[in-house]
């Protein structure tokens, strides 16, 4: 830690010790030197008395001198010891300033017992004053006793101070429910005491805000501005609520009227530009994010949300122009690498996309998307080795990954069409890795590209010894079992196993209704169909929910459910596939 920066944060140097300011001086009198043409006999005297210690107002010169070197030691970085001798002085000498002064060093030192101490001694000494209460206050806060920490503020409130609330309700988001409510209460009982208190009644608001009480929060809030007029920061905790209340169109009406009214408050303009891309509203959106950035044309985040939204808009080459922009300034590399690789990607510059992947960082939290398109990639140009070479060099005394990178580049090699390769690499791995579940997958899914149902079978079987509770190998197999000829009761006990694991997952219940379906028993089948697509919309799903309607002779209403999904998903080639056989067999 720089304790001399941190020391620098404290009230600017200088001892405020009003007592060491008039130091006694010396006896000023004075005599006459001897003429040079006089001769002095010299007198007797009795020996010297020794001298008595010298005074400096209330301290000695001891105290004096350590009070000294403590804040030179902290400037030179040696905040613990000078903390710790100030408290000691703070101890003897029980002088205000002392005290106050060893108070701001114990919380420059992070010292909480000795601030809550130095801060009651201050108390003591100077009950009127309102900063040891704060400090006291503050240091609770930092703590988490809110409760306690309210109890010091309203003392500052009874003694006539301000207080800036926000800092409180800044530490507040993440509070248990309970705490949270009952600092709810303190700050109600503190706005009933001293209602003048603006910040004290804006910050229960925002703590309304925080438990979700919208609507109280709301009814506030009115009050709040029916007293105090409208700001900026109103109409942005005004939206904010509007948008917890479920009043989107409300909220973007108050933004947009709060950038007409402040057009200089960048946070109303983000926030009015963060809105509209929620709801699709994009050209605005890139117009009020263009704004920010003339606003304050070094605000890269700014201009990384600019590049976002030139993607989203089919803009390649100006968003390539910001994210480069971002790289030079060494702002969210890891993010403009990604983005610049995929834009090299749709521009058919391979060589380009796979640099600027390669330098997506672990750290990233596309760090394995980028890996696996450069694996990908290289793989597509042939360039087999290469892509394997640059797996095993990001894998090098990492095990975790260089499994995950074994199923990347397994399947960037079926692909491509590589089966025996891709085989060979995964044959290699479980054998130095058997019990591994994800390199288990891996196998079951290549070999389900291969034909090799049997091999497939024994991998997911090999997943549910080792993971009975894992509903995806069940899932997995039942479904397999059930797209089958003649195994179809097997399947629906997988799959009944499955669901009980995860009753409200839309892919097993879609497995479930298939298994159903095979066994003649219709109407569980499309009942699970039909809960299965309300919750999953998939074309698959879509397919398996006409295909049974069209069995139950039902189909019009087949008819309706391929048409919805081909209207969303013109290329959904199992539908189309599904149709055409149902049709097929109809017309034979």
């Excluded at 910040?199 to 506030?220: G, K, N, P, W």
């Excluded at 009214?261 to 926030?271: G, I, V």
């Excluded at 690789?341 to 760090?367: L, M, R």
């Excluded at 894998?395 to 891709?422: C, I, K, N």
Aim: overall charge negative.
């Amino acid at each position: 830690m720089n304790y001399s920066r941190r020391f620098l944060l404290l009230c600017s140097i200088g001892f405020a010790l009003a007592a060491c300011q008039s130091l006694p001086s010396p006896d000023a009198s004075t005599t006459e030197a001897p003429q040079a043409n006089e001769i002095v006999a010299p007198t007797p005297v009795a020996p010297p008395a020794p001298p008595a210690p010298i005074v400096y107002g209330t301290f000695t010169k001891d105290q004096l001198n350590r009070t000294i070197l403590n804040e030179l030691g902290a400037q030179r970085g040696h905040l613990p010891d000078s903390a710790e001798d100030y408290y000691d002085l703070a101890k003897e000498t029980r002088d205000l300033a002392i005290i106050r002064r060893a108070a701001q060093f114990a919380s420059a030192n992070n010292d909480s017992d000795r601030v809550i101490e130095l801060a009651r001694l201050w108390m003591e000494k100077d009950p009127r004053a309102q900063e040891p209460h704060l400090l006291i206050s503050f240091q609770l806060l930092e703590e988490g006793r809110l409760e306690e920490a309210m109890e010091h503020i309203g003392s500052v409130l009874a003694l006539g101070g301000n207080v800036d609330f926000t800092s409180i309700t800044s530490r507040t988001q993440y509070l248990p429910p309970g705490a949270r409510a009952r600092l709810i209460e303190s700050f109600k009982e503190l706005h009933s005491k001293f209602p003048q208190e603006r910040s004290v009644h804006y910050s229960l608001i925002q703590l309304l805000e925080q438990s979700d009480l919208a609507q109280e929060a709301m009814t506030e809030l009115m009050i709040y501005r029916e007293a105090n007029g409208n700001s900026s920061r109103i109409m942005l905790l005004q939206a904010q609520l509007l948008l917890k209340l479920e009043r989107l169109d409300d909220a973007v009406a108050i933004l947009a009227s709060g950038i007409e009214a402040y057009p200089e408050n960048r946070l109303l303009r983000f926030n009015y530009g963060r809105i509209l891309v929620q709801i699709r509203r994009l050209e605005e959106a890139r117009e009020q994010f263009a704004l920010l950035a003339v606003m304050a044309p070094d605000d890269y985040e700014t201009l990384y949300s600019l590049a976002l939204l030139d993607l989203e808009l089919d803009s390649p080459d100006t968003a390539k122009q910001l994210l480069l922009r971002l790289l030079q300034a060494n702002y969210r590399m890891n993010d403009a690498h990604y983005y610049l690789g995929y834009i090299g990607q749709d521009q058919s510059n391979d060589d380009e996309a796979i640099e600027h992947f390669k330098q997506v960082g672990t750290d990233s939290v596309n760090f394995l998307n980028a890996q696996r398109q450069v694996i990908r990639l290289l793989v597509e140009q042939g360039e087999l080795e290469q892509a394997h070479q640059w797996a095993v060099s990001l894998s090098a005394g990492r095990p975790d990954l260089e499994l995950m990178l074994v199923t990347v580049e397994t399947d960037a090699l079926m692909s491509t069409g590589h089966f025996d390769l891709a085989e060979a690499l995964l044959d290699n791995a479980i054998s130095k890795n058997p019990d591994n579940v994800d390199l288990l997958f891996a196998r079951s899914f290549l070999s389900d590209r291969m034909d090799n149902s049997a091999k497939s079978e024994q991998a997911l079987r090999r997943i549910i010894e080792l993971q009975p509770g894992d509903s995806r190998a069940y899932n997995q197999l039942g479904y397999a079992l059930a797209d089958g000829p003649n195994r179809h009761d097997e399947a629906l006990v997988l799959l009944e196993r499955a669901i009980e694991i995860s009753p409200d997952d839309p892919a097993i219940i879609d497995s479930l209704a298939w298994a159903q379906y095979k066994l003649g028993r219709y109407e569980e089948a499309l009942a699970n169909l039909q809960r299965a697509y309300a919750a999953f919309p998939d074309p698959e799903v879509a397919a398996h929910l006409g295909e049974v309607l069209w069995a139950m002779g039902r189909q019009r209403d087949a008819n309706r459910v391929w048409e919805a999904s081909l209207a969303e998903n013109p290329n959904a080639q199992i539908i189309i596939n599904t149709i055409e056989r149902l049709r097929s067999r109809q017309g034979s």
